[in-house]
């Protein structure tokens, strides 16, 4: 297995001012940055061939680990790009994680690798009581599907083959993610009047993700809370700091 980490995104105001940097994956976790964390579980699992998408700065933050960098391509959709480019087609699954999770460990990925069937695109799905249980006070996470509350997490593995295959669909969800018409366009009207209506379920985003990937998608359920915790906010990297 090959794995790639989007190391790109900037913070701002009181995020950066409470970090230090602005920049997300070198924002300060106890005696560590959330790159550097997310670069030791790697190393635990023994996975090595490491790509890292970010700047300068992050390249020389990893100046002493043997990564492959990838050059920022100053934009979110541009980064999805790159990092579903990072590794040439070999026949290996490419596990694909953003670095903004500050309470990554091994044996949570670990768990998500090893129930992560074979031949499909897989992302981790937390219980919500799990998580509240796990993060208690936490600032609020989840969706709720069919009346069921769930944490989705920042790690999928691609199958092999999927990269090419995924990347342009991958790119204009990142780029809609915060624009509802624009998702609709995407996941397509009769998908939305289900979540409308409180009928969305997990099988039924399968399906329609499978529909529009052309590959089998599956969500893993049961997955540690760890993985579904991602500190996007100045509130919820404060909590994280915290709790260090």
Do not use: Q
């Not at 790009?81 to 596990?95: I, K, N, S, V």
């Not at 670095?99 to 690798?113: E, H, K, Q, T």
């Not at 529009?212 to 359920?221: P, S, T």
């Amino acid at each position: 297995m090959k794995a790639v980490i989007t190391a790109g995104a900037p913070i701002e105001g009181e995020y950066a001012n409470l970090a230090g940097t602005a920049r997300k994956a070198l924002a300060p976790i106890g005696a560590t940055t959330m790159l550097e964390r997310t670069l030791d579980v790697l190393a635990a699992l023994r996975i090595e061939r490491i790509a890292v998408v970010g700047d300068d700065e992050i390249a020389r933050c990893c100046a002493t680990r043997d990564v492959r960098m990838i050059a920022d391509r100053a934009s979110g959709a541009g980064n999805v790009h790159a990092a579903l480019g990072a590794w040439p087609e070999d026949g290996e699954p490419l596990l694909y994680l953003t670095c903004d999770m500050p309470f990554l460990d091994a044996p949570a990925l670990d768990d998500f690798l090893a129930r992560s069937p074979h031949a499909a695109l897989t992302m981790p799905l937390a219980e919500h009581a799990a998580f509240v249980r796990r993060f208690p006070g936490a600032p609020p996470f989840g969706i709720v599907l069919a009346g069921e509350r769930v944490v989705n997490g920042g790690a999928f593995v691609l199958p092999p083959g999927a990269c090419a295959r995924v990347a342009d669909v991958a790119a204009r969800l990142f780029d809609a993610r915060k624009a509802p018409w624009k998702m609709a366009a995407i996941a397509g009207l009769p998908l939305l009047l289900r979540f409308a209506a409180g009928r969305l379920d997990i099988p039924a985003l399968e399906g329609r993700a499978r529909d529009l990937l052309g590959i089998e998608v599956r969500a893993v359920r049961g997955c540690a809370p760890e993985l579904g915790y991602d500190a996007d906010t100045a509130d919820e990297y404060r909590y994280a700091r915290e709790r260090a």
